[in-house]
């Protein structure tokens, strides 16, 4: 088995890459992905989203190391075992990433990743659906596959958290993702007519109807790499081992920790750590596996004088 590309994950990224990869019809793409279906409410249905990132079947359940500060205890980390991946399952909060941190890339050396050069791609994938409450339309878009909507207003607990922010002495904005990124306004999500607006639905399912395109369901053990090129992934299915051949390139788009996993399996990592663990050292690159950066989640949870139920307003 063999394509011009192998994409490990149908992920956010590798979702995306299959699409744009296959779209013109002049090369093959495989996309190797180890979760099952997302077809059912308990992924589709927004309300619902609580449950698929605590369940083994739609989430791998890794754990952080014990947390010196939190008492020892170990933080879930959840992370897509489905098709679309981690956007089959997270909590479809749609934001863009602050200016200042990708012109800080682009000044760091990585051209081509500044704020004015990432906004026309940002622009290009979504369809922005701002409804009656303003924004920033010179920097969205309106053509793209990825629906991107806002929640209703007309729950006064929306009006009494942005109030509370207010007070607080932050600014308020109408657009977060345009060009006042910071301040207290309305939450945009990738939620299209009731329904999860994930990238599989956004990118994959529609792709796969094209006849170079091919989502395999496996287990891929390592990048294959020889004479310093990746040739291939190792593949397990069905309690087989097998080879799938890349004629172009290998793309790992298998989550901020498969990823890494994959590659330090596939000999690419620190030296030592790689001797280690007895596994042969194809690339010595220290930074593989090391300095993951997560932003925490805290719940504050308070009891309502009125009687205000989230049901009325979905």
């Known amino acids: 088995m063999d394509a011009d590309f192998v994409i490990i994950g149908s ?13 013109d019809g002049r090369h093959s793409v495989i996309v190797l992905e180890f979760g099952g279906s997302d077809f059912g409410p308990l992924i589709q249905m927004p309300a619902a989203l609580s449950y698929p990132m605590n369940m083994p079947r739609y989430d791998w359940g890794f754990r952080s190391e014990p947390e010196p500060h939190l008492g020892g205890r170990t933080l879930g980390v959840p992370r897509g075992k489905v098709i679309g991946g981690s956007s089959s399952i997270n909590g479809m909060v749609y934001v863009r990433g602050h200016a200042e941190d990708y012109d800080h890339w682009a000044q760091s050396g990585a051209a081509g990743w500044g704020y004015a050069d990432v ?11 701002p409804g009656p409450h303003g924004g920033d339309p010179d920097r969205r878009g309106n053509s793209g596959p990825l629906h991107v909507t806002r929640g209703q207003r007309n729950n006064p607990l929306f009006s009494a958290f942005v ?11 109408d657009d977060y993702n345009g060009e006042k990124q910071e301040g207290f306004g309305p939450m945009e999500q990738t939620v299209w007519q009731g329904r999860r607006w994930s990238v ?3 990118y994959l399912k529609p792709a796969l109807k ?16 020889q004479g310093g090129r ?65 932003h925490m989640e805290l719940y504050i949870q308070q009891a309502s004088i009125l009687p205000i139920t989230l049901y009325k307003y979905w």
């Not at 791609?121 to 922005?128: G, P, T």
């Open 163 to 173: 109030e509370a922010g207010k007070q607080a002495g932050f600014e308020l904005t």
């Open 119 to 129: 906004v026309p791609y940002f622009k290009r994938m979504e369809n922005w659906h």
């Open 11 to 23: 992920g956010s990224a590798g979702g995306a890459m299959a699409s744009r990869l296959s779209e």
């Open 200 to 202: 599989a639905n956004a």
């Open 210 to 225: 094209r006849p170079n395109l091919q989502l395999i369901k496996c287990f891929a053990r390592k990048v294959v790499i």
């Open 230 to 294: 990746a040739v291939g992934v190792e593949i397990e299915r069905g309690g087989q081992v097998e080879l799938v051949r890349a004629n172009r390139e290998v793309i790992v788009a298998a989550s901020s920790i498969n990823s890494p996993k994959i590659l330090l399996l596939s000999g690419i990592g620190p030296a030592a750590q790689l001797a280690g663990h007895g596994i042969p050292v194809v690339a010595d690159r220290p930074g593989v596996g090391a300095n993951l950066q997560d």
